[in-house]
T-cell receptor, first 112, second 111 residues
Framework: SQTIHQWPATLVQPVGSPLSLECTVE??????LYWYRQAAGRGLQLLFY??????ISSEVPQNLSASRPQDRQFILSSKKLLLSDSGFYLC???????????FGDGTRLSIL | QKEVEQNSGPLSVPEGAIASLNCTYS??????FFWYRQYSGKSPELIMF????GDKEDGRFTAQLNKASQYVSLLIRDSQPSDSATYLC???????????FGKGTTLSVSS
């Protein structure tokens, strides 16, 4: 069966520090991968998605970036965090377009 | 900007009642529709998906889709206190690549 791993579960970072969140999927090949952010009291905002290695689509302009160095690995990064980057970051995968997405446990990021 | 709209609630129902959650979407080209449940502090969990007009039933859950009216609903029969959560409606864009979420409806089931 397929599983998705996200880490760390919780992260506290100072403003201006870098960020790297990692997500890996097991038990499937060539998944579509997604990064979402959920700010307090707000809905899920799609940040990036990838349909293959090295293919990244950005949904919103921001100081974040994403990379997919391997088929089942998706990384969310920032060179300098802002206070507004606080939130609950979720990675998700799906087998193909229009198919259900399945979420990891998420990373709760607090910026001080 | 494609949108998915939900009433934020809270929707309060007594235990054993039917809870009805509604969602509208703006992209007429959307082909697939999903309901997720999210407990406080947790990640969303898929509970239903529907692709064709009409009803789809799974246990106590029924999803209803009306593409002409651009309307999706979720019925929860015999509601239990454990059903208390935020329910997210999600719709793919026409290309099927990006899932657009509503802001969610909070359901509270009282015992």
């Amino acid at each position: 069966s397929q599983t998705i791993h996200q880490w760390p579960a919780t992260l506290v970072q100072p403003v201006g520090s870098p960020l790297s969140l990692e997500c890996t999927v097991e038990g499937t090949s060539n998944p579509n991968l997604y990064w979402y952010r959920q700010a307090a009291g707000r809905g899920l905002q799609l940040l990036f998605y990838s349909v293959g290695i090295g293919q990244i689509s950005s949904e919103v302009p921001q100081n974040l970036s994403a990379s997919r160095p391997q088929d089942r690995q998706f990384i969310l990064s920032s060179k300098k965090l802002l206070l507004s980057d606080s939130g609950f970051y979720l990675c998700a995968w799906t087998a193909a377009n229009n198919q259900p997405q399945h979420f990891g446990d998420g990373t709760r990021l607090s910026i001080l | 900007q494609k949108e998915v709209e939900q009433n934020s609630g809270p929707l309060s129902v007594p235990e054993g009642a039917i809870a009805s959650l509604n969602c509208t979407y703006s992209d007429r080209g959307s082909q697939s529709f999903f309901w997720y449940r999210q407990y406080s502090g947790k990640s969303p969990e898929l509970i239903m998906f529907i692709y064709s007009n009409g009803d789809k039933e799974d246990g106590r859950f029924t999803a209803q889709l009306n593409k002409a009216s651009q309307y999706v609903s979720l019925l929860i029969r015999d509601s239990q206190p454990s059903d208390s959560a935020t329910y997210l409606c999600a719709v793919y864009n026409q290309a099927g690549t990006a899932l657009i979420f509503g802001k969610g409806t909070t359901l509270s089931v009282s015992s």
